[in-house]
C-alpha cells in the first residue's frame, strides 16, 4: 500500500495532469497520482519530463555528440595528469586558446568543447584522424580531405598525459605536406 494516498485533490491542475497522462500514457501512473498532493513538485516534475521529452526528440547525431562529449571530458580526466599543460598554436590565422592550459578539469573541458565543432569551415563529420611520426613522436594529424587542418601531440609520463600541443597554425602545418619536421608551439 502507497505512504502517501493516490488520491489526491482534484484540483484544475491535477485534472490537467491526468487528461495529460490518460493521453499520453493510457492510464494515471501511480507516481503521478501522489504528486498530485502538491503542485510545485508535480509542476517541476512535468517541465522535467518534457525536457526529457525534448531530449528524444533531439536529432541522433546532436544527441550521440552530446553523450561523447560528456562522456569524452569525463573519460579524459582519467588519462589526464593533474598538472597536464596544453599549449594551442593557431598563428592568428586559426581559432586557438589564446594562453596555455593548464589542469586536468580546465584541459578536458577545453578539449571536449573542441572536438565537436566544425574548425576552419569544416564539418566534424569531413574531418579524419591519421596516426603521424611528429618531429620524431607518435602524433595525430587531423585531415580535412588531403589537408591537414591540425596537429595533436602528446607527452605521457607513468602513464598520463602531462602535456598537450595542439598546432592549427596554417603556415606551421604546410611543412606536413613538404615531410619536414613540425616547428614546436
Not at 493510457?26 to 502538491?38: E, K, R, W, Y
Not at 562529449?69 to 588519462?79: D, F, N, Q, R
Not at 571536449?112 to 574531418?127: E, F, H, L, Q, T
Request: charged share 20%; glycine share 10%.
Amino acid at each position: 500500500m502507497a505512504r502517501i494516498s493516490l488520491d489526491p485533490p482534484k484540483t484544475l491542475s491535477y485534472r490537467i495532469g491526468t487528461r495529460f497522462a490518460r493521453r499520453r500514457y493510457g492510464v494515471m501512473p501511480d507516481p503521478g497520482a501522489a504528486l498530485g498532493h502538491n503542485m510545485k513538485v508535480a509542476r517541476s516534475y512535468a517541465l522535467f519530463e518534457l525536457g526529457v521529452e525534448r531530449w528524444r526528440t533531439l536529432d541522433l547525431g546532436l544527441k550521440d555528440l552530446a553523450v561523447m562529449a560528456a562522456a569524452a571530458s569525463k573519460g579524459l580526466m582519467t588519462v589526464l595528469a593533474p598538472d597536464v599543460t596544453l599549449l594551442t598554436d593557431g598563428g592568428g590565422k586559426a581559432r586557438a586558446a589564446l594562453r596555455p592550459i593548464t589542469g586536468a578539469a580546465k584541459t578536458a573541458r577545453f578539449l571536449a568543447a573542441i572536438a565537436g565543432r566544425p574548425y576552419m569551415g569544416v564539418a566534424v563529420s569531413d574531418m579524419t584522424l591519421e596516426a603521424a611520426e611528429i618531429n620524431g613522436s607518435p602524433g595525430t594529424l587531423i585531415m580535412a580531405g588531403d589537408r591537414a587542418i591540425a596537429a595533436l601531440t602528446l607527452t605521457v609520463s607513468n602513464g598520463r598525459i602531462t602535456a598537450v600541443q595542439l598546432l592549427a597554425n596554417p603556415d606551421k602545418l604546410a611543412a606536413v605536406s613538404a615531410g619536414r619536421p613540425l616547428p614546436r608551439c
